[in-house]
Structure formats: structure tokens, C-alpha cells
């Protein structure tokens, strides 16, 4: 896609996430919301990153669709990382039938959590799938299955209106409800393997591409800060010089874990050397920055903020939960290791 074409999508997709933050939003799977990004061209401009520039525009894709609605942000990055994994370990055949899917705004999604290990066995796929985003509701699931020699493989299925096959009755969770994270059975489904073996978890970029997540946290962390400024703003609380203290140093912390995204959101779509140091450590700061502007508007709003309808409560319910994962504290040591053996920001190596 042009970069014209790239920013007129921004564009859109700003308007829709501004329209969308505003009014809080039904806790179902957000059909309608993917449906709206569809026409507006998201689903397709970002699945492909060809220079740098196009990793400028997703990164505020990913905040601004984040910010709106925490659901709609992990669903959007899942159907982005599928589509991204498939045009880069999928053969021809594969690559033209992702481009007409894409056409089509069909969706995407990566699943990989299973509640036993699942197999192919002559070609047929054997097991479910656990925590599946979007289960019963997305077009294609890009899986992992383990072959007859027990090597991790990826396996695209259509599974549209296979709903029979989804049980989201175990998704009873405080947030993130509209993700529909449940279960798949993908019994008896023929296994299109995607790849080689390994591919999957290959680095950088199973640990680099989780900046984009990260962008999708921080851009709620982001729409938290605005709306507990409209509180200040409009109570008179913002006179009170505790709250100011309180709030300049969330600004700080989560505009700080922004640019940390930023940086290696490049560093990953360049395969620096450094990117996956950089995604990890930014992860990290996404975490606190979150946590503490979450305790921040908490604090500043009261009792209110945990009122049903609420956009500070609904984006702190997502948030907490969705900052659970994957693997935080692996994610901060592996940071901290890769920075006690060389700076990994890339100019001065410990002088």
C-alpha cells in the first residue's frame, strides 16, 4: 500500500478511535468495530511493513485502536501478526490466498495456548486451542501443532462459521470480555501447514513483534491519563497541587514508555540487533507506567471511577488483565540480562 493511502487510513482510523473512546462500548465481541476498520482499509494497509515508515503509521494505529477499546486493540494486532507471519513464512499459493482474504477484511488471529499438546496425524489436526481470541467469531486461526517428529509447526485454518466448535462459557473474566478468548477444537480440520519447522517462535521476531502489543497497552495507558485529566480538568481538582503531582508524573511515566515503544517498534521491523532487548525493556515500562497511571486516576476520581459505564474503569479492568501477558517477569529479566551484558540502547556501551 502508498504511503498516501497508509495516511488516509491513519486518518480514518483516528476519527473512528476518538468516536469510540468517547462512549464506552458494549463488553461483546466488537463485530461492528473490526467491520468499521475493515472499511476503513486498517485490515490490510499494516500487514506488510516494506521501510520504516510504515512502522511509524501502525504504531499510532495500534495506540489510537488500543486507547478506544482494549478488545478491539488485541484482536487487531493478532489478525495484523498472522497476516504478517504468513506473508513472510507462507509460499506463493498461501501469500495470494492471504491477499484475497485481506481484500475481503477477513480476520486473523495467532493461537498458540493449549490445554494439551496438539498433533498432526496424516495430515489431519488433532486437540484444541486454549485462550483464543475471538473464538467463534474470526475468519482464519494461524495455529501450532506438533508434527510426528514433535516439531512445532504453523497451521492455517478457515474456521469461519464453524461457532459450533468455540466454548466461550470458561471466559469469565473481570476484563477483556469482548475478546471472547475461549476455546476451539480443531478436531478432524486438515493441517496447511505454514513453513518450516520452527518458524513460529523464530527470533527476532517472536520476541521483537511483541511491540506491538505494547503499543496497543500504552495507548490505553494513554486514553486513561486523558480522561483523568477531563476530571481534573472539569471538577476544579486540577487546582489542588497533590493532584498535579499525582498526574505530571503519569504524563511523565507513560509518554517516557511511549518513545520506548516507538524506538523499538523500529529497531523490530529493521531486525536490529538490539530489537528484542529494546521490545523487552519497553515492555516493561509499559507495565509500570500502566500500573501507576491506573492508580493515579483511581485515586483522583474516587469512588466514581468504579461505576459501571465508566471509561476509567472500563480501561482499567481491561488494562489489568491484559498486562498479565504473556510472561511479564521472563520478559523484564531477559531485559535486564541483555543490559548488564552490553547497553542496548545502541550509542554508548557503558562508556
Not at 486473523?108 to 484444541?128: D, K, R, S, Y
Amino acid at each position: 500500500m502508498a504511503r498516501d493511502d497508509e495516511d488516509r487510513v491513519t486518518a480514518a482510523v483516528e476519527a473512528l478511535a476518538a468516536e469510540w473512546d468517547r462512549a464506552n462500548g458494549d463488553e461483546v465481541f466488537p463485530a461492528e468495530r473490526l467491520a468499521a476498520l475493515g472499511q476503513a482499509g486498517a485490515l490490510s494497509a499494516f500487514t506488510t511493513l516494506p521501510d520504516i515508515g510504515a512502522v511509524r503509521r501502525l504504531d499510532p494505529v495500534l495506540r489510537r485502536i488500543g486507547g478506544a477499546d482494549l478488545s478491539l486493540g488485541r484482536l487487531f494486532e493478532g489478525h495484523v501478526n498472522a497476516a504478517q507471519l504468513i506473508e513472510v513464512y507462507g509460499d506463493p499459493g498461501q501469500r495470494a490466498v492471504l491477499a484475497d482474504d485481506l481484500a475481503a477484511a477477513r480476520i486473523f488471529g495467532v493461537w498458540n495456548t493449549e490445554p494439551a499438546p496438539m498433533t498432526i496425524e496424516g495430515g489431519i489436526l488433532h486437540g484444541a486451542k486454549s485462550f483464543a481470541t475471538g473464538a467463534g467469531h474470526i475468519d482464519r486461526a494461524l495455529i501450532t501443532a506438533r508434527d510426528r517428529n514433535g516439531d512445532k509447526r504453523m497451521v492455517l485454518v478457515d474456521i469461519a462459521g464453524l461457532a459450533e466448535r468455540a466454548d466461550n462459557s470458561g471466559w469469565q473474566v473481570r476484563g477483556m470480555k469482548g475478546t471472547q478468548s475461549g476455546r476451539f477444537d480443531f478436531t478432524g480440520m486438515p493441517a496447511n501447514i505454514v513453513g518450516a519447522s520452527g518458524d513460529y517462535e523464530r527470533e527476532p521476531r517472536f520476541s521483537a513483534g511483541a511491540w506491538r502489543f505494547a503499543a496497543v497497552q500504552i495507548g490505553a495507558a494513554e486514553s486513561l491519563v486523558r480522561h483523568w485529566r477531563a476530571h481534573l480538568v472539569e471538577t476544579g481538582k486540577g487546582d489542588d497541587p497533590i493532584q498535579r503531582l499525582r498526574f505530571g508524573q503519569s504524563v511523565g511515566a507513560v509518554r517516557s514508555a511511549g518513545l520506548w515503544v516507538a524506538q523499538a517498534a523500529q529497531a523490530a521491523e529493521a531486525g536490529a540487533g538490539n530489537a528484542i532487548a529494546l521490545v523487552l525493556m519497553a515492555r516493561g515500562l509499559v507495565e509500570d507506567a500502566a500500573l501507576q497511571a491506573m492508580e493515579g486516576a483511581a485515586r483522583a476520581v474516587g469512588t466514581a471511577s468504579f461505576f459501571a459505564g465508566s471509561r476509567i474503569d472500563r480501561i482499567t479492568r481491561d488494562l489489568g488483565l491484559y498486562l498479565r501477558q504473556p510472561v511479564p517477569d521472563q520478559a523484564r529479566d531477559r531485559a535486564a540480562t541483555a543490559w548488564l551484558a552490553h547497553d542496548q540502547w545502541g550509542e554508548d556501551d557503558w562508556w
